[in-house]
């Protein structure tokens, strides 16, 4: 069991580039959701998804796209990159909603 | 939306010494409220949960404890270690919402 894994694990983009950023679950939860951490401001929830198909806005959605063609996966897209988007990026999956949301180990994202 | 805000932002304690984090939000109607320990590169994982029809949750040296009208909740830790040392985050569920709002964490160190 990997659990949640997320690729790549670093990566510098220009501004103006885009990326897609790729979490994967083994536990076959209906749950995910994307995360962005930055200094002083803890976890803020960008999109998440409640079952394959199916996404929604979260706290801070803008500038993000995501896609969940298949349960086991959920997409972040960048379609044009800001510095304002340098952050940590953390995936979760859960098989409920008021379950342990179990993280992936991160994405460090710069954009210069 | 619902709000949290975490407190203190910082916490030295002397190894043996109890450590209460606290945290308040601002949605009544939120009833899940789970609490997180982040290591230094490593991902967030779950340590402790409560849900509103519970007042206090132990699990050996950490507790939680909820007030539901001041709509605030804490996590206790007793016989702190120097591997406690970590950023702690509570977090807030919106019934009905699947979104889930953390606090902005709290560093935590215990000297030895």
């Known amino acids: 069991n990997a659990g949640v894994t997320q690729t790549p694990k670093f990566r510098v983009l220009k501004t103006g580039q885009s990326m897609t950023l790729l979490c994967a679950q083994d536990m076959n939860h209906e749950y995910m959701y994307w995360y962005r951490q930055d200094p002083g401001m803890g976890l803020r929830l960008i999109h998440y998804s409640v079952g394959e198909g199916t996404t929604a806005k979260g706290e801070v959605p803008d500038g993000y796209n995501v896609s969940r063609l298949k349960k086991q996966n959920f997409l972040l897209g960048l379609e044009s990159a800001a510095p304002s988007q340098t952050s940590v990026y953390f995936c979760a999956s859960t098989r409920q909603h008021y379950n342990e949301q179990f993280f992936g180990p991160g994405t460090r994202l710069t954009v210069l | 939306g619902e709000n949290v805000e975490q407190h203190p932002s910082t916490l030295s304690v002397q190894e043996g010494d109890s450590a209460v984090i606290k945290c308040t939000y601002s949605d009544s109607a939120s009833n899940y409220f789970p609490w997180y320990k982040q290591e230094l590169g490593k991902r967030p994982q779950l340590i402790i949960d409560?849900?509103?029809?519970?007042g206090e949750k132990k699990d050996q040296r950490i507790a939680v404890t909820l007030n539901k009208t001041a709509k605030h909740f804490s996590l206790h830790i007793t016989e702190t270690q120097p591997e406690d040392s970590a950023v702690y985050f509570c977090?807030?569920?919106?019934?009905?919402?699947?979104?889930?709002?953390f606090g902005a964490g709290t560093r935590l160190t215990v000297k030895p």
């Open positions: 409560i849900r509103s029809n519970v």
């Open positions: 977090a807030a569920s919106i019934v009905g919402n699947n979104d889930m709002r």
